[in-house]
């Protein structure tokens, strides 16, 4: 199992910017998919931004333009650099890991760490 640790996570005001850090254990990094996934209260966990193993990149229509995600395979840790934050961006951001072993799917999903935007 791949441990997954976040950071960065804080209060920011709206027009900030924050940048967020999970650290991967193990050796699977390299070829996993990296993805920030984001919840409120009483809302699903939605999809913020994915980045594969050869960095193609994917994000959801509401961060386009504001949020970047990046990697660094030598250092297992991905990023998710925020900018032009807004109020509706406050929730818990998660990392997840996704890789395939022996035909299956192994998923793995960091603590989360609480983005706070004020208005």
């Known amino acids: 199992q791949v441990q997954l640790v976040e950071s960065g996570g804080g209060l920011v005001q709206a027009g900030g910017s924050l940048r967020l850090s999970c650290v991967a254990s193990?050796?699977?990094?390299?070829?996993?998919?990296m993805s920030w996934y984001r919840q409120t209260l009483g809302k699903q966990r939605e999809l913020v931004a994915e980045?594969?193993?050869?960095?193609?990149?994917n994000y959801a229509d509401f961060v386009k333009g504001r949020f970047t995600i990046s990697r660094d395979n030598a250092e297992n840790t991905v990023y998710l650099q925020m900018n032009s934050l807004k109020p509706e961006d406050t929730a818990v951001y998660y990392c997840?890991?996704?890789?395939?072993?022996?035909?299956?799917?192994?998923?793995?999903w960091g603590q989360g760490t609480q983005v706070t935007v004020s208005s």
């Open positions: 997840n890991s996704n890789r395939w072993y022996v035909g299956r799917l192994i998923s793995d």
């Open positions: 980045i594969t193993s050869v960095d193609r990149t």
């Open positions: 193990g050796s699977f990094f390299r070829i996993s998919t």
